[in-house]
């Protein structure tokens, strides 16, 4: 090793000796997989897993948690899901930090947040429903956060990019947000990206879905839904008491589509491939091109849909995953604040879930 390798591991930040965490995962899919793998890393060693579940079976025996295997294994074996169990083993941990880790987008799971935090247990979450849910789900996890609950909500916009602590931090310093746009979905940056009519949209969104970067239901992305709720995170961090129905809300999901299952959806998915195919042509004549943008201005009016954007526009600059938040607030006013990199995809979202984790010892 050189010297400078030896000196940077000597200085790499390690958890302190007397601290370590119980924790329970819930979601073992593209997510929760990943993170799997991280409690595996060295950086995760202060961290134990005594619980994980998927939405039908779960695992507190502790060899059968260190089975590199568990998630495959989980898939046939286990216990029926219940979560008294999972809580049970966190108690019996004997932990002094206790930690459920929602990487599920399980809205009666989220429901349940604000139950754990009240009964001490720390909560880090991928899961938008209940932070980008109804407002006043909102308003009963700021008052169990107001109580000493600790919520760790970095996966939930931009999956992981310091978009709320920014935000955090300026209102902390007395800045107030006024303006917020960018793109806020990884999987609709990644099809917009790429799309230039030379490959029908379905198949890239197959792609998009194949790498991990679209919601379990595709259609959640497609919708507008999975953007409108980062919207409704971010709006509600930096003050504005929104209203999920104070976002207007473009879909991208044909109406026959809307209704089917995932797997009819899935089988037709060749119908999308008509109309954009016609908004990217006429976009491409006028020398634009398209976006999915989420906007909120200084009125609270938000609105988050397909634009099509001039050549040159900041929503064109982006690659592969790419997310684009730009904050304009009351002192950085003359230019926005931007925050700008991957926002979908299985290791940077784990990685903020155990950033989350760490951040509690
Ligand atoms: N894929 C990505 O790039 C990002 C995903 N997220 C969020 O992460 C969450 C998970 O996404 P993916 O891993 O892609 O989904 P996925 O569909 O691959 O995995 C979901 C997992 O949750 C489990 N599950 C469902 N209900 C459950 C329940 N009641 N109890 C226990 N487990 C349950 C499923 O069995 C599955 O293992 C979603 O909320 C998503 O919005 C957030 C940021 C980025
Ligand atoms: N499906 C989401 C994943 C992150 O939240 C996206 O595409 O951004």
């Known amino acids: 090793m050189s010297a400078v390798l030896a000196a940077e591991a000597a200085s790499a930040p390690k958890p302190r000796a007397s601290s370590s965490a119980a924790v329970v995962l819930l979601g073992t899919g593209v997510v929760g997989g990943a993170f799997l793998k991280l409690l595996n890393t060295p950086a995760a060693a202060a961290l134990r897993l005594v619980g994980a579940a998927n939405s039908r079976r779960q695992q507190t025996d502790p060899a059968q948690l260190a089975d590199r295997a568990l998630r495959e294994k989980l898939r046939g074996q286990g216990d029926a899901r219940d979560d008294a169990a999972l809580l049970a083993a966190l108690d019996a941990s004997g932990a002094a930090v206790r930690v459920i880790v929602d990487a599920t987008a399980s809205a009666p799971l989220a429901s349940r947040h604000v139950e754990w935090l009240a009964r001490g247990y720390h909560v880090v979450t991928a899961n938008k429903a209940l932070a980008g849910g109804d407002l006043p789900g909102w308003r009963a996890l700021q008052g169990a956060v107001a109580q000493g609950g600790r919520y760790g909500d970095s996966a939930t916009v931009g999956a992981g990019l310091p978009v709320l602590s920014t935000l955090r931090r300026l209102r902390g310093c007395g800045d107030a947000l006024l303006t917020l746009e960018g793109v806020f979905s990884g999987s609709l940056s990644y099809l917009f990206n790429q799309y230039d009519g030379s490959r029908p949209f379905s198949a890239l969104l197959l792609e998009?879905?194949?790498?991990?970067?679209?919601?379990?239901?595709?259609?959640?992305d497609l919708s507008g839904e999975d953007v409108a709720r980062k919207l409704l995170i971010l709006a509600r961090n930096a003050g504005f008491a929104l209203r999920p129905d104070e976002v207007e809300v473009e879909s991208l999901v044909p109406e026959p589509l809307r209704g089917v299952d995932v797997d009819a959806f899935l089988a037709r998915l060749a119908e999308l491939d008509?109309?954009?195919?016609?908004?990217?042509?006429?976009?491409k004549a006028r020398g634009g091109a398209l976006r999915f943008l989420a906007r909120l201005n200084q009125r609270g009016r938000a609105r988050v849909g397909l634009v099509e954007v001039p050549a040159g526009h900041p929503a064109t600059r982006l690659y592969g995953t790419d997310n684009q938040f730009a904050l304009t607030t009351?002192?950085?006013?003359?230019?926005?604040?931007?925050?700008?990199?991957?926002?979908?995809?299985?290791?940077?979202?784990?990685?903020a879930l155990l950033g989350d984790v760490l951040a509690l010892l």
């Open 274 to 283: 008509e109309p954009l195919a016609a908004r990217h042509a006429a976009a």
């Open 330 to 351: 009351t002192r950085y006013n003359t230019q926005p604040l931007v925050i700008q990199g991957p926002g979908a995809g299985p290791e940077v979202t784990a990685q």
């Open 208 to 220: 998009a879905r194949e790498r991990g970067y679209t919601e379990p239901d595709p259609r959640s």
